[in-house]
């Protein structure tokens, strides 16, 4: 029998139990101007240093945390669902987790690039994209065929996002779509669910409902991520040994 595929769409609102601030909402970094403004392309161009320590901190934090019982229980659900998870968090907690088929929008925290590879030019290939774990990278730190500034593989405001189309794709093949932990605001991300075929079941899980109007059936589950994932995997048929 074939299983059902189901495909994740999660935000920062998964990770957050697992003491990873959001980027937005109550305690997010992007509430400060300050940062915000260095997680820009512009801000690559003119201070690069500031930008590489603001990252080097954020990957250092990273090797503190772990994955929580959302992330845990989404891993578990490959036993009876081709689940594919399309993420906007840069951390590692899925993969840490214990999931296979990720899909990460804005970056991944815990790699670099040459600045002059992943882009038009060579088709986004990630190629020279390094895993450097929870270590930093230094201004003047150089890499790739063009021994140019190593910088974070990460999606800068104001950056291209290349995998949002094969995020379309998976999402258009879904039995099952959810969405847990994203307020649905950044786009192109928050217009993923449009891509889902009319077959498919659509469920949201947050404790404010996001605000927007969806223009079919969705069901809501208000609660955090933890206990929001029990109820979905109560409501799919998901049900552990």
Request: proline share 5%; with cysteine.
């Amino acid at each position: 029998m074939k299983r059902k595929k189901l495909v994740v769409l999660s935000g920062a609102g998964i990770s957050v139990e697992s003491g990873i601030a959001p980027f937005r909402g109550a305690g997010g970094l992007w509430n400060n101007n300050e940062m915000a403004k260095l997680a820009t392309a512009e801000a690559w161009q003119e201070q690069p240093g500031r930008v590489l320590e603001f990252f080097n901190q954020r990957r250092r934090q990273l090797e503190d945390v772990r994955p929580n019982g959302a992330h845990l229980l989404l891993a578990r659900m490959e036993r009876d669902f081709d689940v594919v998870i399309v993420t906007q968090n840069i951390d590692n907690l899925h993969e840490r987790a214990g999931s296979s088929n990720i899909i990460h929008l804005h970056g991944e925290l815990t790699k670099v690039r040459p600045e002059a590879s992943f882009t038009e030019a060579d088709n986004f290939s990630e190629e020279e994209v390094t895993d450097i774990g929870y270590g930093e990278v230094r201004l003047g730190e150089k890499g790739g065929k063009s021994r140019s500034q190593l910088r974070p593989h990460v999606v800068f405001f104001g950056e291209a996002v290349p995998n949002i189309v094969k995020a379309a794709e998976e999402v258009s093949t879904a039995d099952i779509l959810l969405i847990v932990g994203t307020s649905l605001v950044v786009y192109p991300a928050a217009g993923l669910y449009a891509y889902a075929p009319e077959r498919c079941e659509i469920f949201v899980i947050d404790p404010t409902r996001p605000q927007m109007q969806f223009p079919r059936q969705v069901r809501f589950i208000e609660e955090t991520a933890t206990k929001g994932m029990e109820i979905f995997a109560k409501a799919i048929g998901f049900i552990e040994d």
